[in-house]
T-cell receptor
Framework: KAGVTQTPRYLIKTRGQQVTLSCSPI?????VSWYQQTPGQGLQFLFE???????NKGNFPGRFSGRQFSNSRSEMNVSTLELGDSALYLC?????????????????FGNGTRLTVT | GIQVEQSPPDLILQEGANSTLRCNFS?????LQWFHQNPWGQLINLFY???GTKQNGRLSATTVATERYSLLYISSSQTTDSGVYFC???????????FGKGTKLSVKP
């Protein structure tokens, strides 16, 4: 079974531009969540999508948005890029939503997209 | 919100040694996972372990939910075990996984 696939692996953008990252979950997984990883802040939750609906959102400005398609693939968009947006962006998929209590929903991560904003 | 603390922050081992990594959390959780991030940035799920003990080869994990901690044991460490180990718990006002800052493990040959 193929793992979580993220594209592209690397991106270099300039301030003010926008960027779209893509994530294809493991087949059968309906939940996709996104995380930002930086040396200073560590791993921070961006948002989670389940059945094409955003279920939870982290504490990030509105420049960060996402969506999920009917095949569970997800995209994340960052508009008006800032230098501080440089980070490793990780996508993860799981069988169930993260708020299903004791439901066994281990997360499986993709290899990430490393975004550099200059 | 829930706080997750991992210790030690850094650990250097000689190949073949054993180690214990700890994760403390500040509130009741029903979802705790351990991950290994290799030097290339890939995060691998090691265990989903909200309570009890699990073993997978040289790795095992124990979570004592009532005392709010989890332990990850690595036995007979290998250089390929190097990387950062994260524990993450479900909770917080946003309903998401909250990650600790990680334990950076370096295994020397």
């Amino acid at each position: 079974k193929a793992g979580v696939t993220q594209t592209p692996r690397y991106l270099i953008k300039t301030r003010g531009q926008q960027v779209t990252l893509s994530c294809s979950p493991i087949s059968g997984h309906r939940s996709v969540s996104w995380y930002q990883q930086t040396p200073g802040q560590g791993l921070q939750f961006l948002f989670e999508y389940f059945s094409e609906t955003q279920r939870n959102k982290g504490n990030f400005p509105g420049r960060f948005s996402g969506r999920q398609f009917s095949n569970s693939r997800s995209e994340m968009n960052v508009s008006t890029l800032e230098l501080g947006d440089s980070a490793l962006y990780l996508c993860a998929s799981s069988l169930g939503q993260m708020d299903w209590g004791s439901y066994n929903s281990p997360l499986h991560f993709g290899n990430g997209t490393r975004l550099t904003v200059t | 919100g829930i706080q997750v603390e991992q210790s030690p922050p850094d650990l250097i081992l000689q190949e073949g040694a054993n180690s214990t990594l700890r994760c403390n959390f500040s509130d009741s959780v029903n979802n705790l996972q351990w991950f290994h991030q290799n030097p290339w940035g890939q995060l691998i799920n090691l265990f989903y372990i909200p309570s009890g003990t699990k073993q997978n080869g040289r790795l095992s994990a124990t979570t004592v939910a009532t005392e709010r901690y989890s332990l990850l044991y690595i036995s007979s460490s290998q250089t390929t075990d190097s990387g950062v180990y994260f524990c993450a718990v479900y909770g917080g006002s946003q309903g998401n996984l909250i990650f600790g800052k990680g334990t950076k493990l370096s295994v020397k040959p």
